[in-house]
Structure formats: structure tokens, C-alpha cells
Nanobody, 122 residues
């Protein structure tokens, strides 16, 4: 079992930056690929970024060059640094833990946090 707790979401102006954190419980954190997803009102949950145990990462096209995912295995924490934020980045951001391979599908992730709200004003 893995429990995930996100933090760092808030209201920010377009062009601003935020860093989201996700603290995980459990001794096997290092074995999980960690992902960030987001869900805007009325839309399906979508993939944002993921990072595997060794630091290999992937991003959805709309955030490439603006967002950076990282992890600190000693602290059981994964981060999402978000720069040059746009109003379309608004949504609830969820942290998730999956298998050993990087994946972009919601179905590949087994554990989820409660989410943190990010609102980008224009």
C-alpha cells in the first residue's frame, strides 16, 4: 500500500510558477513510477508527467519545456515544477504511483492522492 499526499496548489497569475509536492508513505517508494495528472472541470483526467525509479521522465506535449518532474527517493517525495503557467493549466493536480515502467494511462497507476487545486488567472 502507498498513501500519497499532494501540496502546493494555489491561485497564480499567468506566467507565474508553482512547485507541487507529493509525499508518499511506504518503504517501496523507489520501485514505483510516479506520475502527475490533472483534471479540469468537465474534462477527463489527463496525463501531465511521469518519472521512473532511475529518473527517466516523460511529459505531455503541452507542458514540455515548462514543467519539470523530479523525485527524491530519500524523502519519498515527487515534485512538479511548473513555470510559465497558462490559464489552460488550471485544474486539480493528482499524484499517482504506478508500476516500474513509465506510463501515461490512468489505468496504469494503482495509487492516487486526493489532489491539489491549481488555478491560473489570465
Amino acid at each position: 500500500q502507498v498513501q500519497l499526499v499532494e501540496s502546493g496548489g494555489r491561485l497564480v497569475q499567468a506566467g507565474g510558477s508553482l512547485r507541487l509536492s507529493c509525499a508518499a508513505s511506504g518503504r517501496t517508494f523507489i520501485s514505483y513510477t510516479m506520475g502527475w495528472f490533472r483534471q479540469a472541470p468537465g474534462k477527463e483526467r489527463e496525463f501531465v508527467a511521469a518519472i521512473n525509479w532511475s529518473g527517466g521522465s516523460t511529459y505531455t506535449d503541452s507542458v514540455k519545456g515548462r514543467f519539470t518532474i523530479s523525485r527524491d527517493n530519500a524523502k519519498n517525495t515527487v515534485y512538479l515544477q511548473m513555470n510559465s503557467l497558462k490559464p489552460e493549466d488550471t485544474g486539480v493536480y493528482y499524484c499517482a504511483a504506478g508500476g516500474r515502467l513509465v506510463a501515461v494511462s490512468v489505468a496504469e497507476y494503482h495509487y492516487w492522492g486526493q489532489g491539489t487545486q491549481v488555478t491560473v488567472s489570465s
